[in-house]
């Protein structure tokens, strides 16, 4: 049977309200399970967040989410700071743990940690942040009279980031959630919907079909992009990955090239029509970085650098067209190919979202 035939205005269209930008998700921790995660870095999550809310209510819905264990922050993508939901987190986690980095020959001599004494430093970590979130000096402290781990003890205090990262990959902590003191650490399990770390294959697995569900119709080059760039997950595991699941899958024609989605999205995909629309995200959001800056569906090479660069992205029908900036308490757009009534409505909207309680507008 020939492949379902579909337009790139349609697939863009099926993928933004997939994303939540076209028809707003009821929460938070729902937007970050569909994306996967919401970058910290460089960006404004909770902007990314509200924006795709269906009631936005007021600025400051990440930092509840964080206080309340809704959701949680940690080290996975690109080993930067990511908002993740506590019942999928575990997924991409495991991803990123697969490689082992910490039982590399110059990590283990940097360190004068061989690979056998991980175990016990884990378990003390784990013991130290139930009572979290407690600072890495806690951590320092409880190491520091411990025969084989006690020389350790300075890098946790400092903190030495790439020491802790292993211990978030393997899900022993995670970041606290205030964002604007010193940094804490504590257990990813206070979070209530906290899932644990899956095995590496189911996590695989799933993290593919959560993939192709949300930034889908997608490609094996896009899943190696946000799986393997993104997560350090290994060629070989993602391309057998890809084979296990393949019966979840089903090949689309999108103009002449084949691309996939979820077997139980294509009738839904097929239905779609294209939804004229204007779109104003913070930079680094994930409508651009999960395929990457590189993907012209998305990013067209004119702006590609700006997007690189951390600029924010007027998105027009899918498509980044320009950008946009606070100025003068306003919205200021560089787009000249906007439909003018809906990009002055979404400006509107945007400013209506970034409004603080006493009504002025924070600048970005």
Not at 211 to 221: D, K, S
Not at 278 to 284: G, Q, S, T
Request: with cysteine.
């Amino acid at each position: 049977m020939a492949p379902v035939r579909v337009t790139r205005q349609q697939a863009l269209s099926w993928r933004l309200r997939r994303q939540h930008l076209l028809s707003g998700a009821a929460s938070a921790p729902e937007v970050v399970r569909t994306l996967a995660a919401v970058s910290m870095n460089g960006s404004d999550p909770d902007l990314a967040v509200r924006r795709r809310l269906a009631a936005s209510g007021a600025p400051g819905e990440v930092r509840r989410c964080l206080a309340a264990g809704r959701l949680l922050r940690t080290f996975s993508f690109r080993g930067s700071v990511q908002l993740m939901a506590p019942e999928t987190a575990g997924h991409y986690l495991a991803l990123r743990a697969a490689g082992r980095q910490w039982e590399l020959r110059s990590w283990v001599e940097h360190y004068r940690l061989p690979a056998e004494a991980w175990p016990e430093l884990r378990a003390i970590v784990r013991e130290v942040v139930q009572a979290g979130p407690v600072p890495p000096q806690a951590v320092a402290d409880a190491l520091s009279g411990n025969r084989r781990l006690g020389h350790l003890a300075p890098e946790l205090a400092q903190p030495n980031i790439t020491l802790i990262k292993p211990l978030a990959w393997q899900g022993d902590i995670v970041l606290g959630p205030d964002l604007d003191g010193p940094l804490t650490i504590q257990s990813p399990a206070q979070a209530p919907s906290w899932a644990g770390i899956p095995e590496l294959d189911e996590a695989g697995h799933l993290a593919v079909l959560d993939h192709a569900g949300a930034y889908g119709p997608t490609t094996p080059a896009h899943v190696h992009y946000w799986l393997g760039e993104g997560l350090s997950a290994g060629r070989a595991r993602i391309d057998r990955w890809l084979a296990e699941v393949a019966d979840r899958l089903v090949e689309v024609d999108v103009e002449g090239e084949p691309r996939w989605v979820l077997a139980d999205d294509l009738d839904e995909l097929a239905a779609t029509r294209p939804e004229s629309s204007v779109v104003l995200l913070p930079a680094k959001d994930a409508w651009v970085m999960g395929p990457g800056t590189k993907d012209t569906w998305v990013v067209p090479v004119e702006h590609r650098t700006s997007m690189t660069r951390g600029a924010h992205p007027v998105v027009v029908d899918g498509v980044v067209r320009g950008t946009w900036r606070l100025r003068d308490g306003g919205v200021q757009l560089d787009c000249a190919d906007a439909p003018a009534a809906e990009a002055a409505a979404e400006a509107e909207r945007l400013e209506g979202l970034l409004r603080s309680p006493s009504g002025s507008t924070a600048g970005r």
